[in-house]
């Protein structure tokens, strides 16, 4: 037979893709399976809709020629990419192929993540990265550092213009790190996968410290400590699944809105459980979720870096069908105070709403910033500046309930009016004001009841005057700073009429290339 003829070539084609699917051989595919993780298609063949993942570039080759790499064939040069549908909206991936070399990352390797991440920018759909490398491919050397820097330039090109997810799914080492913190959403599988720029070897060469890959740079130290992701998952399939739950609140890109879901009846009855939910001692905690779950349409809730700065709870959900952002402090935790890590939280998920026309929601009961010489010399200043900045410079639609307290700075940093709160209510239960009653008490009638009869009774006495006559929801809504004082009950509805009223908001602000936010 004639190798000639187009059914040979095609024979020949078919073997050639066979070849490359095969990824690193059968030996190292079950050494992948065997430590707990899929391959890099098979990871593509969850993540997206049943045969719409269209491959590119499947046949590149690295053109190595040092360190014996003329002789070494690596399937794919060590990354599938392509795009195909999620719950049936485009979407652009690449998924590292740690059964070869790896997965390491040389010219070609990062060439096919950069035409792919171009690829999206130009459809203007969301990239999601699978990462499970090595690192840079050393035998490449320059050429290698130089497919890495043209990744983070790409990344910053797409910021803001279309969503970015990454998924750790495996090794993220070195260089390999800073990719994934470069994009919006960071989902990290526990146990298979590890992330850091310097690991146990070398912070042990240079420090003397022993610690383990998994207690240095594993899912629960970056949920909890290092706040550098923002997802946990259990497994790849599990992470593939919050990948996709995370995009049906998301846009395609920064020029549409989010996807809404229809609802029957734009007004909404009231909820009489609301007017329950504070106690009336104002020193008693509550969990800020039951209040988050009740006001969400179906109780549906994403949170966002749970484990992190708990103190402050952010996440995604809908209001009437519209998707929104929830910001919200946790009496539960430290009183719901802002520190370093909560402004820093809180600020970086403003700015992405803000990119991707998410209006924001916030509900308020702040005592203040957290108090102590490790939060001042930290620069909890500066950091406490980002939530000013971002909710400042944010042009979406605002909402903002103050539910209790409301203090000094944090009551402006939680978006008040002066901020550019769109509309702002208050429960009966507000307090309002520079400080707490106790604390404004000694400073205000210090004198007076140093000189009472019964001091204590007397401090007793000044702190129900101050509550009533100066904390209250009324003294600021009598100066406009509140819109109403409305009933618990009526939050929802009210804060849905809201967002469809203002559906339509168009702001515009001074031009320039950015504002210049305190990092």
């Known amino acids: 037979m004639s190798h000639d003829t187009t059914q040979h070539k095609i024979d020949a084609l078919r073997e050639r893709i066979a070849r490359i699917q095969a990824g690193g051989g059968p030996a190292r595919i079950d050494k992948q399976h065997a430590a707990g993780k899929l391959t890099a298609r098979e990871r593509l063949a969850v993540l997206f809709d049943p045969d719409t993942f269209v491959e590119t570039k499947t046949f590149i080759a690295h053109r190595c020629t040092q360190f014996g790499m003329e002789q070494q064939e690596i399937p794919c040069d060590g990354v599938v990419t392509g795009s195909g549908t999620i719950n049936g909206r485009l979407v652009f991936a690449f998924s590292q192929d740690f059964t070869c070399s790896g997965g390491s990352v040389g010219e070609m390797h990062a ?89 146990p070897n070398v912070i042990k060469a240079a420090t003397g410290e022993s610690i383990t890959p998994e207690a240095l740079g594993g899912a629960d130290a970056h949920a909890r400590i290092s706040g550098n992701i923002h997802f946990t998952a259990a497994d790849d399939r599990d992470a593939f699944a919050i990948a996709a739950r995370l995009l049906s609140f998301l846009p395609n890109n920064n020029l549409q809105d989010p996807p809404s879901a229809s609802i029957d009846d734009l007004v909404v009855a009231d909820d009489p459980r609301f007017n329950e939910l504070v106690p009336d001692d104002p020193r008693e905690p509550y969990d800020m979720r039951a209040v988050i779950i009740g006001l969400v349409d179906g109780g549906d809730f994403l949170e966002i870096q749970a484990d992190y700065a708990p103190n402050l709870i952010i996440g995604l959900a809908r209001l009437g069908g519209i998707t929104v952002g929830v910001l919200a402090n946790q009496p539960m935790v430290l009183a719901g105070v802002l520190d370093i890590n909560a402004s820093d939280k809180g600020a970086r998920f403003i700015r992405f709403c803000n990119t991707f026309n998410i209006p924001l929601v916030n509900l308020v009961d702040v005592p203040g910033f957290l108090p102590g010489v490790g939060q001042e010399h930290g620069g909890i200043i500066r950091h406490g500046a980002k939530l000013l900045f971002s909710y400042s ?93 409305i009933e618990p009950r009526d939050t929802r509805r009210l804060l849905i009429l809201a967002l469809h009223a203002l559906r339509a908001k168009r702001e515009t602000r001074p031009p320039k290339k950015h504002g210049n936010i305190p990092l």
Request: hydrophobic share 45%.
């Open 111 to 199: 060439h096919k993540i950069v035409s792919i991440m171009t690829d999206a920018l130009k459809c203007g759909a969301p990239v999601i990265g699978i990462n499970d490398s090595g690192g840079a491919r050393i035998q490449e050397g320059v050429d290698a550092l130089s497919g890495y820097g043209r990744i983070f330039y790409t990344n910053t090109l797409l910021s803001g213009v279309v969503p970015q997810i990454s998924i750790i799914a495996g090794a993220c080492a070195g260089g390999a790190a800073y990719s994934p913190a470069m994009t919006d959403f960071v989902i990290m599988v526990r146990g298979t996968s590890q992330m850091f720029i310097a690991g």
């Open 393 to 485: 410079s944010a042009t979406v639609p605002k909402l903002t309930v103050i539910i209790r307290k409301a203090y000094g700075g944090a009551y402006l940093a939680m978006c008040s009016k002066d901020l550019g709160a769109d509309r702002v209510y208050a429960w009966p239960s507000a307090e309002i004001a520079v400080m707490g009653a106790e604390g404004a008490v000694e400073v205000v009638f210090r004198k007076e009841i140093r000189e009472a009869a019964d001091p204590k009774a007397a401090f007793r006495d000044m702190v129900d005057l101050y509550r009533r006559e100066f904390a209250n929801p009324y003294v600021a809504a009598g100066r406009g700073f509140i819109d109403n004082v």
